[in-house]
């Protein structure tokens, strides 16, 4: 079996929980390797709703193996939370699920910050961060001044938390914040520590040697590529990886051992919190897909801006990660609409652009270059099959498969397991 590194190829939100659940049966493993509870993946199964935030969406099926990789930042508090939420919902975690005792720890001071740095940013330098100390617990990985799982179930881990605390409360006294009380921090992470211990382990060479052994792998990402810290539209971005490079420095598997990655993309675009988004609709167009899709954040639940699709962004993606097919979903929101527009490129200060520019001002200028699509105006949520969509659905697929240069190998039209096709072995044009 295959190792498989899958990723969101915007700007996350593009229903990477569902394709995970899909792909799961095939794989031994699924690990989480970056972000934090910043991400949520929505897993619908049967009359069930699953939200997992820091759990791998793996856990939703029986007798999967499931890691939070090293570099994933945990605010174990959450976790526990998230974990007896499973445990109370009848899945089972004992043997199954592994944590990294290399990742970094997020704690309450992380939040405060994030949250103060956030409410302290002049107008058009906010990034829209969830508040959850995400960004500030990366910079003290940077730092070298975090704290890891390793040490929160360490016998000092008192001495190491005052020293952080005290540390923090000075910052958030000049900040103009409200200082943290350590006691009350330690209980509840010593609470939460209890709770983890088992789970706490050397997962690098959990997963090397489950590699040698031939069982495969899928590495869920979180967040979307277009808000990867080095590639996406920076500052307004997450502090991790999300591209597929990633996967290996958040796991402690080697390049090599990759052998696909999977890049989910939705029919349309939407972006949640700051930043640029050069297709974003402020029209009736936008609030249908808002509406239909029902695109609300998992995490946050803050409406979702949206807008068409960008091929732009999904070839700059396809090429960052070495993307070899998409999965595409969200298809069923377009059924209602008479007129559906591609962007092919970004004009510019009189120039048309096919990449992304660096230059964050650049793109803020940028106008979308549209090719117009007519719709099918058919319903497509209960098409089992690619042959029985509508003929303007399949051409609009065929259409993003020659405009971004990666075939589709799997569709959903829906968010249920069942709304989902495997197109890997079809022929498109048939």
């Known amino acids: 079996m295959s190792n498989t590194v899958l990723i969101g190829a915007q700007w996350g939100d593009e229903g990477k929980g569902k394709i995970i659940d899909v792909l799961t049966r095939d794989v031994d493993w699924i690990v989480r390797y970056q972000g934090g509870n910043n991400a949520g993946h929505t897993v619908e199964i049967g009359d069930q709703k699953y939200v997992l935030h820091l759990v791998p969406s793996g856990i939703l099926t029986e007798g999967k193996k499931c890691v939070i990789g090293n570099g994933v930042v945990i605010d174990p508090v959450a976790l526990v939370n998230e974990l007896k939420e499973v445990v109370d919902r009848g899945i089972s975690i004992k043997d199954r699920f592994f944590i990294s005792d290399r990742a970094h720890v997020v704690l309450p001071y992380h939040g405060a910050i994030d949250s103060t740095r956030e409410q302290d940013s002049k107008?058009?330098?906010?990034?829209?961060?969830?508040?959850?100390?995400?960004?500030?617990?990366?910079?003290?990985?940077?730092?070298?001044?975090?704290?890891?799982?390793?040490?929160?179930?360490?016998?000092?881990?008192?001495a190491f938390l005052r020293s952080r605390v005290d540390r923090n409360n000075r910052i958030l006294s000049a900040l103009g914040a409200d200082e943290l009380d350590y006691n009350g921090i330690l209980s509840s992470y010593q609470s939460a520590a209890e709770y983890l211990a088992p789970f706490i382990t050397d997962t690098i060479t959990l997963l090397n040697a489950a590699?040698?052994?031939?069982?495969?792998?899928?590495?869920?990402?979180?967040?979307?590529?277009?808000?990867?810290?080095?590639?996406?539209?920076?500052?307004?971005?997450?502090?991790?990886?999300?591209?597929?490079?990633?996967?290996?420095?958040?796991?402690?598997?080697?390049?090599?051992?990759?052998?696909?990655?999977?890049?989910?993309?939705?029919?349309?675009?939407?972006?949640?919190?700051?930043?640029?988004?050069?297709?974003?609709?402020?029209?009736?167009?936008?609030?249908?897909?808002?509406?239909?899709g029902h695109e609300y954040g998992a995490t946050t639940g803050r409406p979702r801006r949206c807008g068409w699709f960008d091929a732009v962004v999904a070839k700059y993606s396809a090429m960052i990660s070495g993307i070899n097919f998409w999965a595409l979903t969200k298809l069923d929101v377009l059924d209602g609409f008479e007129t559906i527009r591609i962007c092919t490129g970004y004009k510019c200060?009189?120039?048309?652009?096919?990449?992304?520019?660096?230059?964050?001002?650049?793109?803020?200028?940028?106008?979308?270059?549209?090719?117009?699509?007519?719709?099918?105006?058919?319903?497509?949520?209960?098409?089992?099959?690619?042959?029985?969509?509508?003929?303007?659905?399949?051409?609009?697929?065929?259409?993003?498969?020659?405009?971004?240069?990666?075939?589709?190998?799997?569709?959903?039209?829906?968010?249920?397991?069942?709304?989902?096709?495997?197109?890997?072995?079809?022929?498109?044009?048939?």
């Open 211 to 292: 590699i040698h052994d031939g069982d495969s792998v899928l590495f869920e990402g979180a967040q979307g590529t277009m808000l990867d810290i080095d590639y996406g539209t920076y500052p307004f971005v997450t502090s991790s990886n999300a591209s597929a490079g990633g996967a290996c420095t958040g796991s402690g598997v080697a390049p090599h051992r990759i052998n696909q990655v999977v890049g989910v993309i939705k029919a349309y675009t939407t972006r949640v919190g700051e930043g640029p988004f050069p297709t974003e609709l402020f029209d009736e167009d936008g609030q249908k897909l808002r509406d239909v």
């Open 123 to 158: 107008a058009g330098e906010k990034i829209g961060t969830t508040k959850r100390g995400i960004g500030p617990g990366y910079g003290d990985k940077a730092a070298r001044i975090g704290l890891r799982m390793i040490d929160l179930i360490d016998p000092e881990f008192p």
């Open 349 to 430: 200060d009189g120039k048309v652009l096919e990449t992304v520019p660096a230059n964050i001002r650049a793109l803020e200028k940028c106008e979308p270059v549209y090719e117009d699509f007519k719709g099918w105006l058919e319903p497509t949520t209960d098409v089992a099959e690619f042959s029985k969509l509508p003929k303007q659905a399949k051409a609009y697929v065929r259409r993003l498969t020659e405009i971004t240069g990666v075939p589709v190998g799997i569709l959903s039209v829906g968010p249920n397991r069942a709304s989902t096709m495997d197109l890997r072995d079809i022929d498109l044009e048939d």
